[in-house]
């Protein structure tokens, strides 16, 4: 293990991860990354991750020691946590990930949701928090939203960071199965956006080109057999996603009953100006609606320079949603 690699691992010292064990699937258990702010409180904001990589690849990867998305918030006061899904990260891997790949897809939706809940229940059950924040980013949306709506009363507020819309003419999808496979380096190849950024314009933080790969790669057990390198990602976010533009979300956006906000940067590839606002329209419950793009960001804002105007923008949004209740 290489002397950078070793130095980000140990600042996550301070992290302190929860195993939530899942009532549905014994011997199943899903990570709760947590943050404890330097004084007491009963404010808390659960970060939610997309469709390839885990909470601290993502809202808790640290650029330097106590500098991530997590820290941040903790900072701001608020009892900061990321949810892995099963499947990812520190979280479980269900049977079938292990398997040839042929099955059903793993970790649609409606089960994340359900850890959601899971999740929700314990910050305030066990952690004491009387306002949970829910913060989504990418295909997490879709889950985070599905529990909104199933469960009116038990958020403040839920943030949209990158979600998926409709498409006009979305394109059919390959079949999955139960899982899909990507290296390490394939996928900090595409975090670069290379296809989309004007010639020689690079957004992403230069601890991300340093260390980021390497993590991720030490996230994801290794399979015996596989193609070397090659990291088992659960397929259900990949049939979310195709569902999704084509209009098909697994809940009600009317029933959401909390404030949202959709942000994105002004490079996202899967959502822009027209289909967030139409996206945000479908709201029509929620009592404060906030939709804003921000410069020089793609669809991982939160790997990149323009980051810290997402923290800031997210953290108006929650400051905006506790001044009105």
């Known amino acids: 293990m290489s002397a950078t690699l070793l130095a980000g691992l140990l ?3 301070a992290v302190h991860t929860t195993y939530l064990p899942l009532p549905q699937a014994p011997g199943q258990r899903v990570a709760l990354h947590c943050l404890v702010p330097g004084q007491s409180t009963r404010h ?12 601290m690849l993502a809202a808790g990867f640290e650029f330097a020691p106590g500098d991530s998305w997590l820290a941040f918030m903790a900072g701001r006061g608020y009892l900061a946590c990321g949810l892995d899904f099963v499947g990812f990260g520190a979280s479980s891997r269900p049977p079938a990930m292990a398997g040839s790949g042929i099955g ?13 809940a899971l999740a929700v229940d314990y910050l305030c ?4 928090m009387a306002h949970v924040h829910l913060v989504a980013h990418s295909w997490g949306t879709i889950p985070a939203a599905a529990y909104a709506a199933a469960h009116p009363h038990a958020l403040a507020s839920l943030t949209l960071f990158g979600p998926v819309t409709q498409v006009a003419h979305p394109q059919g999808g390959p079949v999955h199965g139960a899982w899909w496979g990507i290296t390490a380096q394939a996928r900090y190849r595409q975090l670069r956006y290379a296809d989309v950024l004007p010639p020689g314009m690079a957004l992403l933080e230069p601890a991300v080109d340093a260390t980021w790969a390497a993590r991720f790669d030490e ?3 290794h399979v ?3 193609p070397p390198g090659q990291l088992r990602i659960p397929s259900g976010p990949l049939a979310d996603i195709d569902e999704a533009q084509a209009g098909r979300y697994p809940y009600a956006a009317d029933e959401v009953r ?4 959709v942000v994105y940067g002004d490079h996202d590839t899967v959502v822009g100006d027209d289909a967030a606002a ?3 329209a479908r709201f029509v419950a929620s009592p404060l609606r906030w939709r804003l793009r921000i410069d020089h960001g793609t669809h991982v804002m939160h790997l990149e320079r323009a980051r810290r105007s997402l923290y800031e923008s997210v953290d108006a949004f929650i400051h905006a949603a506790e001044a009105r209740r």
């Open 104 to 116: 059903m897809p793993v970790s649609r939706a409606t089960d994340a949701a359900a850890q959601i």
């Open 44 to 55: 808390s904001v659960l970060f939610i991750h997309g469709a390839s990589f885990p909470t």
């Open 125 to 128: 059950g066990i952690r004491g």
């Open 224 to 226: 015996s057999g596989d």
């Open 11 to 13: 600042s996550l010292a």
């Open 219 to 221: 996230s994801v057990p």
């Open 278 to 280: 139409e996206f945000l």
């Open 258 to 261: 909390v404030p949202v906000f």
